[in-house]
């Protein structure tokens, strides 16, 4: 089978899953069905939160197709490669209890107040070094699969270049203050 197609360099679900080179953390919170492209979705995600309610699948195989927005790359490397071959190649459903076990979502949070600990997750998330962010980020990605001895010469390189950021200065300054910190991304 020859990979080579029309669709093979586009532009992803609604444009938002290929080239995910956002340099921010992305949540996911999914309150319902999280099917196909939703799931496609919701993996293009860093972190995903769902409700009790939350049901998972990628049902393309029961339509003789399969994930094409990034399912079959980004579902391995979160689930690990067995429980993906068993959601890709069944199609069956999964609940938010087993999505949690296998580690397709990061928590359960109760349908009522999923938005608002999903958002409140997001300030925290927004009142941290922005750069650490970043470069944390890149590391995780650039260096997944990779040789460990390539991929803590990355990590470090990232480190050292941390070290010449003010956002450090200014952490190291209000961990010695015992304050909170107020990071510039510079």
Known sequence: MEFRHKYTNGPGFAGITRG????????????????????ELALAADVRFCSPNAQFAFQDVRWGFHPCDGGCVRLPQIVGLGHAMELILS???????????IGLVNRIIPAETLLEETLEYADRLA?????????????????????MEDALRMESRSFYDLGRTEDLDEGTTAFREKRDANFKGR
Request: glycine share 12%; charged share 20%.
């Open 20 to 39: 995910m080179e956002i340099n921010k953390p992305v949540i996911a919170a999914v309150n319902g069905y999280a099917m196909s492209g939703g799931l």
């Open 91 to 101: 199609g069956d459903r999964v609940g938010a209890d087993h999505a949690f076990r």
């Open 127 to 147: 009142a941290r070094a922005p750069l650490a962010q970043q470069a944390a980020k890149e590391v995780v990605l650039a260096a997944y699969g990779k040789a």
